[in-house]
């Protein structure tokens, strides 16, 4: 199966600065990727899939990027809202896999 | 508006069965396929099941295949995972989600609110 590795594990950023998340395939996944948010105690919520498309009401201060086995969420001037957990997820080959996750904390 | 819902949850013994529903409404709920996730108390989410839109196409996960079957009911907009052989790493709270787009895409835009699996002797 495909393993993805989420760096770093927990990140603490200051509000109005900008965070930015990793996440590397063992293999290429090509685009066929997304990243979700998870704030505690609630569902996840799609951010972006084919590794750079914003998903429906998603602000433009969510951006992805990348390709092949490495991969990139960027959050510029993070508020409130934006301290959660994220995951990134592939869907390139069975099973779909998720990664261990990354914790945005306020600094 | 487009909703999920999960039921079914509980408490299980060790080797025993239970299924879980997923109640779809706000959209056409025989166009789009099913995804089940699970997360373990204080853990990642995993991957767990996929049916498609005519629910000829099933999709598991290696832990779960030949003890876990994915089925829906596109006249009652549900799907369903029947769970046998539960295992104490089955604990954890089941999320359905819905995929993106009609056809397959595999990401999952709305999801539930989830509902918890406690397996225990």
């Known amino acids: 199966e495909v393993v993805l590795t989420q760096s770093p594990a927990t990140l603490s950023v200051s509000p109005g600065e900008r965070a930015t998340l990793s996440c590397r395939a063992s293999q290429s996944v090509g685009t066929n990727l997304a990243w979700y948010q998870q704030k505690p105690g609630r569902s996840p919520s799609l951010l972006i899939y084919g590794a750079s498309v914003r998903a429906t009401g998603i602000p433009a201060s969510f951006s992805g990027s990348g390709s092949g086995t490495e991969f990139t969420l960027t959050i510029s001037s993070l508020q409130s809202e934006g301290f959660a957990v994220y995951y990134c997820q592939q869907y390139n080959k069975w099973p779909i896999t998720f990664g261990q996750g990354t914790r945005l904390d306020i600094k | 508006q487009v909703q999920l819902v999960e039921s079914g949850g509980g408490v299980v013994q060790p080797g025993g069965s239970l299924t879980l529903s997923c109640s779809a409404s706000g959209f056409t709920f025989s166009s789009y396929g099913i995804h089940w996730v699970r997360q373990a108390p204080g853990k990642g989410l995993e991957w767990v099941a996929m049916l498609n839109s005519d629910g000829h196409a099933q999709y598991y996960t290696d832990s779960v295949k030949g003890r876990f079957t994915i089925s829906r009911d596109n006249s009652k907009n549900t799907v369903y995972l029947q769970m046998n052989s539960l295992r104490v790493d089955d604990t954890a709270v089941y999320y359905c989600?819905?995929?993106?787009?009609?056809?397959?895409?595999?990401?999952?835009?709305?999801w539930g609110k989830g509902t918890t699996v406690a397996v225990s002797s």
């Open positions: 989600a819905k995929d993106l787009k009609t056809g397959w895409t595999n990401y999952m835009d709305v």
